[in-house]
């Protein structure tokens, strides 16, 4: 597997996205929703750059693949605190169709979250799908559209542990 990212990379942009966030979140009762989950490492990585009071949950999503402009997902793994009156930075790993994050997104916002902001990892340069998220509020790399796998992501499960973001062929 040839890798796209490396490890260094990744924590440079982080230092980087980390500072945006702080200076955005100034002042206001924040909780990071933690995309369970391909995009662990990365928010462990990304929140511990982030200097702000904050609350951490996580959340388990899929989204229903054949009715994508629905706008329902499935939770697999429900929130464990509440969003309503906080502001929610949902900590998601790639950006594809859109449809996980746009669905997560209103997911949360009718979960009653002041305010919902997406940070994700990777936007993938791909068509994304009617009623699917265009863009993210923030993403460290934008990356061709590629199936990779690594610092997260898996291929069929495995490889979530790699240090540095590989091109799974
Ligand atoms: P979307 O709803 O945006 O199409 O899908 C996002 C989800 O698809 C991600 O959370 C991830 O699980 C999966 N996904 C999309 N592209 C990739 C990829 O290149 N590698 C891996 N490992 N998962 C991907
Ligand atoms: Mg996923």
């Keep these: 597997m040839k890798t796209l990212i490396t490890a260094e990379e990744i924590a440079n942009r982080i230092e980087e ?18 995309t ?27 989204s229903y693949v054949n009715n994508q402009s629905s706008g329902k997902i499935h ?24 449809c996980t994050l746009a669905n997560t997104v209103a997911y949360l916002k009718d979960s009653g979250a002041l305010s919902v902001r997406s940070c994700v990892l990777l936007d993938k340069e791909t068509k994304r799908s009617p009623g699917g998220a265009l ?22 499960e495995y490889y979530r542990n790699l240090p540095d973001i590989k091109i799974f062929s």
């Design 17 to 34: 996205l980390a500072r945006e966030i702080t200076a955005f979140y100034q002042g206001k009762a924040l909780t990071a929703v933690v």
């Design 36 to 62: 369970l989950n391909g995009a662990m490492p990365f928010a462990s990585d990304l929140l511990r750059k982030i200097r702000l009071p904050m609350y951490v949950d996580t959340l388990g999503v899929s």
């Design 75 to 98: 939770v697999r793994s429900p929130l464990k605190l509440p969003v309503k009156e906080r502001h929610v930075l949902l900590i998601d790993d790639i950006l594809d169709t859109g």
């Design 135 to 156: 863009s993210a509020d923030w993403y460290a790399f934008r990356i061709p559209d590629v199936y990779v796998a690594g610092y997260g992501l898996d291929a069929d």
